[in-house]
């Protein structure tokens, strides 16, 4: 069974930085897509970034220079690195992992077996 468990978050003030880490247990991070995403209460859940199994990061919306996703198969983590902290960054976030099957020629889609999410871990920045 896929295990997602989540670290790192804490409170810092704004400009500073924060290391998220990711650990998985229960399969090779070679047979995952693993992403980022948070969450604040009375908003959207907002795409961070996700890397793919070859180590391709894409990075939600207005997410791409502050953030940065990374990942060590030997260590079975991934990192989400968060710069120049801001006040609007304060929130739960949430490590996934998604594991996919053979590629459908029908549909044209990588077919998805499952998703595993971590309880999260929370940022509060302070200005």
């Known amino acids: 069974q896929v295990q997602v468990v989540e670290s790192g978050g804490g409170s810092v003030q704004a400009g500073g930085s924060l290391r998220l880490s990711c650990t998985v247990s229960g399969l090779a991070l070679d047979k995952l897509t693993m992403g980022w995403f948070r969450q604040t209460p009375g908003k959207e859940r907002e795409g961070v970034a996700a890397i793919d199994s070859d180590g391709t990061p894409n990075y939600g919306d207005s997410m791409a220079g502050r953030f940065t996703i990374s990942q060590e198969h030997a260590k079975h983590v991934v990192y989400l690195q968060i710069d120049n902290l801001r006040p609007d960054d304060t929130a739960i976030y949430f490590c996934?992992?998604?594991?996919?099957?053979?590629?459908?020629?029908?549909?044209?889609?990588?077919?998805?077996?499952?998703?595993?999410r971590g309880q999260g871990t929370q940022v509060t920045v302070s200005s």
């Open positions: 996934t992992a998604d594991r996919w099957g053979p590629y459908d020629v029908c549909s044209g889609r990588w077919t998805h077996r499952s998703r595993h």
